[in-house]
C-alpha cells in the first residue's frame, strides 16, 4: 500500500458552502452549479444547521460572491 497524497484536491468549478451541526466545529462542503441553486440550499439548511458560504471555485481557485 502506498501512502496518501499531500497534494489537496482541486475543487470543481461552481459555488460553494459548508453546512455544519450546529455548534460542531466541522462540516460538510456542498457545492452547486448556479447561484440560484446555492440560495436555494442555503434556504433549505439554514433552520437546522449552521451554514459558512465558501465562495466560487474558478479554475482551481476560491472567489468571493457578491452579494452574499
Known amino acids: 500500500m ?3 497524497s499531500s497534494k489537496p484536491k482541486d475543487l470543481k468549478d461552481g ?5 455544519r ?3 460542531s466545529s466541522t462540516g460538510v462542503k456542498i457545492r452547486r452549479d448556479t447561484k440560484e441553486q446555492l ?3 442555503i ?3 439554514k ?3 449552521d451554514i459558512v458560504v465558501l ?3 474558478r479554475n482551481g481557485k476560491m472567489h468571493e460572491i457578491p452579494g452574499l
Not at 459555488?15 to 453546512?19: A, P
Request: charged share 40%; no cysteine.
Open 2 to 4: 502506498g501512502r496518501p
Open 15 to 19: 459555488f460553494y458552502i459548508e453546512v
Open 21 to 23: 451541526n450546529k455548534n
Open 39 to 41: 440560495q436555494e440550499a
Open 43 to 45: 434556504e433549505e439548511y
Open 47 to 49: 433552520e437546522s444547521k
Open 55 to 57: 465562495g466560487e471555485s
